[in-house]
């Protein structure tokens, strides 16, 4: 089965300080990993991807992903939070063969000023 | 270059109404989805179109929903008749070439039932 697990419900974190988003995937053959954002009364936006390659994986607005085969897990991170980070962050997959995102629950980021 | 368009941005029906909703893709995307989101949970597959073709619809709920997708351009979405159960922000999203690529997204329809 396909899923994706988001633990946290809500991230809170001072400005200025590290942010890390946390997901874990199901295993079922070898999945394509994305990150979106979703700032209010807006669309959710594309953050970034891993396919394969590099483990580490760069986005937009100085996010960056870590995929971990071994811990199943692709924690999105954020060395220096800024306030206008605060938004909804989902995680999701696609496997192989398939074509829909299969998303987590999301997680409410929080920066505090 | 337009994103993907969604429309209405909300609409509140009562029970047994009927609402459809638009999707206008980005230009040239031959992929659309539709994906759902109620109150707090996982944002959810409803459908996939290759074109004006329904590729995958295994996510519709019932068969209160129709998705068309005439001339492979814009789409619509009929709730017909809406349930309480119905409210949740649908989304629309498109994508070039399926698969691992980025799907771009609408920003959403928020639907209450009432």
């Known amino acids: 089965a396909q899923s994706v697990a988001q633990p946290e419900d809500q991230v809170n974190v001072a400005e200025g300080n590290p942010l890390t988003v946390k997901c874990t995937y199901s295993?079922?053959?070898?999945?394509?990993l994305f990150w979106y954002v979703q700032y209010p009364n807006r669309g959710l936006q594309f953050l970034l991807k891993?396919?394969?390659?590099?483990?580490l994986v760069k986005g937009s607005y100085g996010f960056e992903a870590e995929f971990n085969k071994s811990q199943t897990s692709f924690h999105l991170k954020k060395p220096s939070a800024l306030v206008s980070d605060s938004a909804l962050y989902f995680c999701?997959?696609?496997?192989?063969?398939?074509?829909?995102?299969?998303f987590g629950k999301g997680n409410q980021v929080v920066v505090i000023p | 270059e337009a994103g993907v368009t969604q429309f209405p941005s909300h609409s509140v029906i009562e029970k047994g109404q009927t609402v459809t909703l638009r999707c206008d893709p980005i230009?040239?995307?031959?992929?659309l989805y539709w994906y759902r989101r109620v109150m707090g949970k996982e944002i959810k597959f409803l459908l996939h179109?290759?074109?004006?073709?329904?590729?995958?619809e295994s996510g519709m709920p019932n068969n209160r929903f129709l998705a068309e997708r005439t001339g492979g351009t814009y789409s619509t979405l009929k709730v017909q008749p809406a349930e309480l159960e119905d409210s949740g922000v649908y989304f629309c999203?498109?994508?070039?070439?399926?698969?691992?690529?980025?799907?771009?997204f609408g920003q959403g329809t928020r639907l209450t039932v009432v």
């Open positions: 999203a498109s994508s070039q070439y399926g698969g691992n690529t980025e799907a771009f």
């Open positions: 295993v079922s053959g070898n999945p394509y």
């Open positions: 891993y396919i394969t390659g590099d483990n």
């Open positions: 999701a997959v696609i496997y192989y063969g398939n074509n829909r995102l299969a």
């Open positions: 230009s040239g995307h031959d992929n």
């Open positions: 179109f290759v074109k004006e073709s329904k590729q995958d």
